[in-house]
């Protein structure tokens, strides 16, 4: 059957280059060029398809309203104390961007530190990672534009809002840590780009730098390189006692690392490769003089606290302060002589309280079944905090007393809907292997299991990252609108530790698409939705999740959402940051890898003449994690294969990027065309 949609004309090219011995169709490689002429073309002629079919959508402005509503909650950073004051963001609801604030005490009046809104015209300059001194005197903060991973550093005066001459260009990846002499930090940054290369060139040679206040960029002191180790990244962090610069040495998304130290108290005091075998996880915590607390997973695949005296520091002589345990040890921290752990039971939050003997002292109460983040803070502080959500609790922030134990409400947004008309369960199904998976399902009360609801599918599965339960407008508004909303915890996360994401990544990729079609299958086969209502969706290695579940099932699903995919799993590692993520995927440079990444790459196994479900492609022009020739070629790929009636769409937001930082306005322009394409395309009419 042919389609209905006159797509813009994409040339195909007959070009094709023998990889491992296999010969590789690429007919779309003209669109990886994404400054040429054809090119901006093209993606004008895409955007100007996609608009004029969202506009006609029916009760769109409706849905944009309530969308709006919804959205207008004040969101609260969690605070942290820096010399007696404290620092917080701030949201009042529709504000393109969070506002950083500060005062002086608990109930004090917040003063304005820093307004990201004022910096551009349409929201679209973010602030990124800051830092305040120790002595809450200055403020060093990194600000990004259009959605781009680039950090341009700056610093203020915290007391008078007033900026320095300071100013740091190409830094990536980096937060900025102060020496307690309140004089400088240090920060982590790359070589300037080639022209034209700031989007899409490779990110090698990262190195480590400390920044003294007034001082040019130009004379930054080099702390840290590794010439022999093109791919290593730095961390660095002064420990709290100002003695030491620990660095954290990443190796691109791999979670092994190792922690390398250097003792500032030592004039020229060499780096000492404490952990440098990069064959597990080694998070420092803090210290008590030579005494470094660790978060590891060496010998505990579920992670545990250590102690290890920098005199002694083989494994034999670790102790072990908080011992692994059924469940997953997600993160921890130290704050003034209490050991906080986060734990994951069954993807919700546990949260336990240690002294620094790694005796329990209690299990911190939790207002219900959510996400907790925060206990942050310095060994000198006596009070933490942490902010609680779940998918009907809006994030709310604790005050956390470390002597009491005791937990008090701070600030709670109010909220424009009735948390107690939503249902939240958790149920496990089996995969194609057997394997028990957890999946969440929200859902309006009264919900008839008639197999007619239209139901929001999503999922993750990769490099360790664990879906919790969190609140986002967009899912109140899916189910006052009369549908399901599904979040299963695919394998190759972080939800039951290292051997869970081991099952996801490299040769047990596949597995991840299993357990999402067979959340799929679940769904339809207890009548909560049927194909012709079941929607999935996805973004960045999610993207690549719904891309390969379009190639391998087509048939089972009702449309499709790809948002900032990475589904060129032969060229990935070529563009940007994407180097790194071979520690899940694999190199196409390596012939055995290559082999498995080609049966499951989407751009790949599109098969021409086959009727694939409605479509919806999003990207951003300014991302650069995923570049966005991904989603092009794709798109290109995919209206072509298209035999069917259903649309393939692609939306390409302008001044946009991967998704940090996207301004709200942009935010509830997004969920609007996703929503009305989803509801066009299942056949439901909006039901509020």
Known sequence: MSTPFTYPPTRREDFSELLHGTTIADPY???EDDHSPETEAWVNHQNALTHAYLETIPD????????????????????FKRGGRYFFTHNDGLQNQSVLFWMETLDGEPRLLLDPNTLSSDGTVALGPYAVSRDGQYLAYSLSAAGSDWQEWHVRRVETGEDLPDRIEWAKFTGASWTNDHLGFYYSRYAAPDTGQAYKGANYYQK???????????????????????????????????????????????????LFYQDLQVPGAPMVELFNQFDATYEFLGNDGARFYILTDRAAPQQRV???????AQPQDWLELIPESGDTLQSAALTGSTLFAVYLHDAASLVKAFDIQGHLLRTVELPGLGTVGGFDGRRQDRETFFLFTSFTTPGEIYHYDLETGQAALFRRPSLRFDPAQFVSEQVFYPSKDGMRIPMFILYKKGLARNGQNPTFLTGYGGFNISLTPHFHPSQIVWMEMGGVYAQPNLRGGGEYGKAWHDAGKLRHKQNVFDDFIAAAEWLIANRYTSTPRLAIEGGSNGGLLTGACLTQRPDLFGAVITAVGVLDMLRFHKWTIGWAWTSDYGSPDDADDFKYLLTYSPYHNLRPGTAYPPTLITTGDHDDRVFPAHSFKFAAALQHAQAGPAPVFIRIEVRAGHGAGKPTAKQIDEWTDIFGFLFRSLGKTNNF
Request: aromatic residues 14%; negative net charge; charged residues 30%.
């Open 29 to 31: 490689r003209w669109l």
């Open 60 to 79: 769109r402005a409706q849905l944009r309203t309530r969308l709006t509503e919804l959205w207008d909650f004040e969101r609260f950073g969690v605070p």
């Open 208 to 258: 480590l730098y400390y920044h003294r206040l007034g001082s040019a960029q130009a004379e930054d002191r080099l702390v840290y390189e590794r010439p022999d180790q093109k791919e290593w990244g730095f961390g660095g962090q002064v420990s709290d006692d100002g003695r030491y610069l620990v660095i954290s040495v990443w190796h691109g998304t791999f979670q092994e690392n190792g």
């Open 306 to 312: 250590i102690a290890v005296d920098l005199e002694h």
